[in-house]
């Protein structure tokens, strides 16, 4: 069946560090890959996506590319802010043509950065 | 762009209860879709219409619920005799489906959130 698995939380780190937040897939055919952001009492909001391999999403200074070979689109900052503290989910969509076009999402990665 | 719109914000009833929830969606988007979120879990699919049409439901949608679109804008979704279990996040989220082909990518509403006493 189709499935993503993100890396547990909760990640701590101080203002600046670098992150990243693992993601692997699991799909048949060739899914679209995406990255959503929740943030304390508000809605998902997309964050980035990449719809093909090697495509790399970038939004707000996070990046995340679509490796095929590994199936994987791992999410990363350089420089992380306390305004990202969040949860982060990694999701897929398979595309038309294929089974279903719902989002299907990890369970979820909390970020908390301190100052 | 107001963005999508879900009422009411928080719902409490009591169990056996009826409810039922409102999602306006983006006003150019075809798409609609219903998901659930329970805590510390990441959102689930529950069905989606294109225009007034359901297209899919998924085996998490058992028979006490039931959604509609009836003029291809905005959706209900009812939950007949609820159940403790049915205590949960219910996310609306609605996108574009280009004539080509190319579904763009979905967008949320705040969610509804059910406590079941």
């Known amino acids: 069946g189709n499935s993503v698995t993100q890396m547990e939380g909760p990640v701590t780190l101080s203002e600046e560090a670098f992150l990243t937040i693992n993601c692997t897939y699991t799909?048949?055919?060739?899914?679209?890959l995406f990255w959503y952001v929740q943030y304390p009492g508000e809605g998902l909001q997309l964050l980035l996506k990449?719809?093909?391999?090697?495509d790399k999403g970038s939004n707000k200074g996070f990046e995340a590319t679509y490796r095929k070979e590994t199936t994987s689109f791992h999410l990363e900052k350089g420089s992380v802010q306390v305004s990202d503290s969040a949860v982060y989910f990694c999701?897929?969509?398979?595309?038309?043509?294929?089974?279903?076009?719902?989002?299907?999402f990890g369970k979820g990665t909390t970020l908390s950065v301190s100052s | 762009d107001t963005g999508v719109s879900q009422n009411p914000r928080h719902k409490i009833t009591k169990r056996g209860q009826n409810v039922t929830f409102r999602c306006d969606p983006i006003?150019?988007?075809?798409?609609l879709y219903w998901y659930r979120q329970t805590l510390g879990q990441g959102p689930e699919f529950l069905t989606y219409?294109?225009?007034?049409?359901?297209?899919?439901k998924s085996r998490l949608l058992s028979d006490r619920f039931s959604a509609e679109r009836p003029k291809g804008s905005f959706s209900t979704l009812e939950i007949q005799r609820t159940e403790q279990g049915d205590s949960a996040m219910y996310l609306c989220?609605?996108?574009?489906?280009?004539?080509?082909?190319?579904?763009?990518?979905?967008?949320f509403g705040d969610g509804t959130r059910l406590s079941i006493l």
């Open positions: 219409f294109q225009n007034e049409a359901q297209l899919e």
């Open positions: 990449a719809t093909k391999a090697d």
């Open positions: 999701a897929l969509s398979l595309l038309k043509g294929q089974a279903g076009t719902a989002l299907i």
């Open positions: 799909a048949t055919g060739y899914p679209s």
């Open positions: 989220a609605s996108s574009f489906l280009t004539g080509q082909g190319d579904n763009q990518p979905q967008h």
């Open positions: 006003s150019e988007h075809n798409r």
